[in-house]
């Protein structure tokens, strides 16, 4: 048996057989509607950790037992003996579940570079197997679960496997935040249309004012709200002590799917 075998590979591969339940419950499973979401953005550094950390506060602050994943941390460093990096702990801070690391984020490497390089140089291959294993593992750990992607919508993560992969993978409502700075319409329509063309839905996406300096920020965002088919999620501007609390008071999730309304609503 091989996963070479064309006619056996589809029963063995293990992608194959974790990717279906990696969705939400399906309506009529018993189950109550859960909120889970794919994160990501027009670039690196432009909110990502920072909307995620926002949606984790908001699900704990209407009492839901929430939990973020970063399966593939780049930039990480040994304190006390275990390997942190700064996206990781700041959405183990804003959500409420505690989960080992190695399920939160299963590729936690040293590096901070391009995931396939910084694998690389820990001697590790990022395969979306464990990612897809850990998924399933915190989802049935917690009520809602937030992953964050990494840097842009099509990262590579191995020679084959991008995180756009992933998220097809995970099959997970996406929201983009955008980086508002110049050149972000365009970033942004891209990662619409590569949403799209994955199948993904696209639930939200917001508008991070990243530069505080930034000329005809309103019609930027009126042009980008014209052109990109799900709702704007809100604005938020520059913060001068940005956290997962402040974010959240410019934010509306309630239009995302599954949302929590009205449990326990604080
Ligand atoms: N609206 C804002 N106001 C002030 N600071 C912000 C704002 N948005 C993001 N930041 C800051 O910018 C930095 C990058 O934000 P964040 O870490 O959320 O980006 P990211 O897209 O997750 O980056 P990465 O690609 O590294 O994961 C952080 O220090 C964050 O606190
Ligand atoms: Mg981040």
Redesign the pocket.
């Known amino acids: 048996m091989s996963l070479d075998d064309p006619v056996l590979a589809p029963v063995l591969d293990p992608a194959r057989e974790l990717a279906p339940q990696a969705q939400a419950a399906p309506a009529g499973s018993g189950l109550p509607p859960r909120f889970a979401c794919f994160v990501t953005?027009t670039d690196?550094?432009?909110?990502?950790?920072?909307v995620s950390a926002a949606l984790l506060h908001a699900l704990v602050q209407n009492g839901v037992r929430a939990c973020g994943m970063k399966p593939v941390a780049a930039g990480a460093e040994l304190r006390n003996g275990v390997l942190h990096n700064d996206?990781a702990d700041r959405l183990i801070a804003a959500g409420n579940v505690t989960l080992p690391q190695s399920l939160t984020t299963p590729f936690m490497l040293t590096e901070p570079a391009a995931p396939h390089i910084a694998a690389e140089i820990d001697d590790t291959y990022i395969s979306p197997v464990p990612i897809l294993a850990a998924y399933i593992e915190v989802s049935a750990a917690s009520d809602a679960v937030v992953v964050?992607g990494v840097?842009g919508f099509k990262v590579p993560l191995n020679e084959e496997f991008d995180t756009a992969d992933l998220a097809e993978q995970l099959d997970l409502p996406v929201v983009l935040?955008v980086g508002m700075r110049l050149g972000c319409i365009s970033h942004a329509l891209l990662t619409v249309e590569a949403i799209s063309a994955r199948n993904l839905m696209l639930a939200g996406w917001v508008a991070?004012?990243?530069d505080p300096d930034m000329a005809y920020i309103d019609e930027n965002i009126d042009a980008l709200q014209q052109r990109i088919p799900a709702p704007l999620l809100g604005r938020?501007?520059?913060?001068d002590n940005?956290s997962a609390a402040a974010a959240a008071e410019y934010l509306d999730f309630s239009q995302l799917p599954n949302w929590p309304v009205g449990r326990n609503n604080t």
């Open positions: 953005g690196t550094e432009i909110g990502k950790t920072m996206d964050e840097g935040v991070n004012e990243v938020v501007p520059r913060l940005p």
